[in-house]
């Protein structure tokens, strides 16, 4: 167990290096469709919003495509109820959340996944759909009269496969299509603003099994999402929000009636822009360093017997880049081929738009 915590520090402690050495560089940039980069699911967030190194569900669509890697086949108990079968990993996984309550517009984010395991490709195939709601707006004319009303909306959708590579290594990928509408009506010049891209995620994840005294205990990721074109609204244009993701999770309690993780995640903007223009892709890729800092988090998750979860964990981002801090808790119960998920936001200021933000999933067996 002594080495079993070394490991565990030594893990979260290369994520929290990584954090800090970051946080000396220059001007933060900014970016398009940011309902990206709002986690899906109640579990991860719950913990803080980590994920990276776990991607253990359907989720990992989000969190780590490298995640589907490891889905293959779960135990089944026969229709008979004589003997145990091998059955192929399906999931379904829906989520919902009323979006910054502060503001009372209505506003709600909502995403669903569904994936299974095939054996003739080797690998897991998910598909999901992000939908964002930016509520309802009146339109006035130069004049200020009222035109009429109009919804806002945001949409995702998205293809992933992962498998593995090596024994103790996966890698996933997912290309996506994305669609911003925050006014359908077309101007005198014939155009509207709604804005059109494309993108892919690429990850890894390593769960070393040979290492002394861990085996099955540790996990790496890495994840690299939201890689594409600009998003183009009549004569504008906005970079997506390129993210290079890092993280690490162990186990640091595991046996029959106890399980405890933790977790911890940076996560990088990959956006260099100005007041005047943003650098394109794959330039981004090297210029956005110049940003000050990173997002970094850290959670842990205990079950017990396997049925009931509890979560806690922490966000914070340096002030360069929106100064956000706050805790996150959550909570799980499974039953049968169902998990209820869900958590809440407790930020350090009383009146953040992010204040009372609660989370609410549901994980599915499918059989």
Not at 158 to 176: C, E, H, M, R, W
Not at 207 to 233: A, C, F, V
Not at 303 to 312: G, H, K, N, S
Request: net charge negative; aromatic share 14%; charged share 20%.
């Amino acid at each position: 167990m002594r080495n079993l915590k070394w490991f565990a520090m030594t893990s979260i402690l290369f994520v929290v290096i990584f954090a800090n050495t970051n946080r000396t560089f220059a001007q933060a940039g900014g970016s398009s469709v940011p309902f990206l980069l709002i986690s899906p699911d109640a579990r991860m967030s719950g913990m803080g919003e980590v994920g990276t190194a776990i991607a253990d569900d359907i989720n990992a669509v989000y969190w780590n495509t490298a995640g589907l890697a490891f889905m293959d086949y779960f135990p089944k108990v026969n229709e008979f109820d004589e003997y145990e079968v091998k059955a192929p990993y399906r999931q379904v996984a829906l989520s919902f959340s009323p979006w910054l309550p502060q503001f009372n517009a209505d506003l709600f984010y909502s995403y669903g996944t569904i994936g299974q395991y095939f054996e003739d490709l080797q690998g897991t195939v998910a598909f999901n759909f992000t939908f964002m709601n930016l509520g309802e707006f009146t339109r006035t004319n130069i004049k200020g009269d009222v035109e009429g009303k109009f919804i806002s909306n945001e949409f995702a959708v998205g293809l992933s496969y992962g498998t593995i590579i090596a024994p103790d290594l996966g890698v996933g990928f997912q290309l996506k299509y994305i669609r911003s509408s925050l006014d359908p009506k077309t101007d005198q010049s014939g155009e509207t603003g709604i804005g059109y891209s494309g993108g892919f995620d690429l990850g890894l994840l390593w769960k070393p099994q040979e290492l002394p005294y861990i085996e099955d205990m540790l996990s790496l990721g890495l994840n690299l999402k939201n890689i594409g074109p600009k998003l183009t609204y009549k004569r504008d244009s906005d970079p997506l929000p390129t993210s290079l993701n890092l993280g690490t999770a162990i186990k640091v309690l595991d046996d029959e009636f106890h399980n405890l993780k933790i977790a911890a995640d940076v996560s990088k903007l990959l956006v260099k822009r100005d007041s005047i223009d943003s650098d394109p892709l794959p330039k981004s890729l090297i210029t956005a360093w110049e940003n000050p800092g990173v997002e970094f988090a850290v959670g842990a998750e205990y079950w017990y017997e396997d049925v009931v979860a509890l979560r806690a964990g922490y966000f914070t981002e340096p002030s360069d880049l929106g100064d956000r801090k706050y805790w996150n808790f959550g909570a799980g119960i499974r039953y049968s081929i169902f998990e209820l998920d869900f958590s809440f936001i407790n930020t350090i200021e009383a009146n953040h738009p992010l204040a009372n933000t609660m989370r609410f999933s549901m994980l599915v067996n499918w059989q």
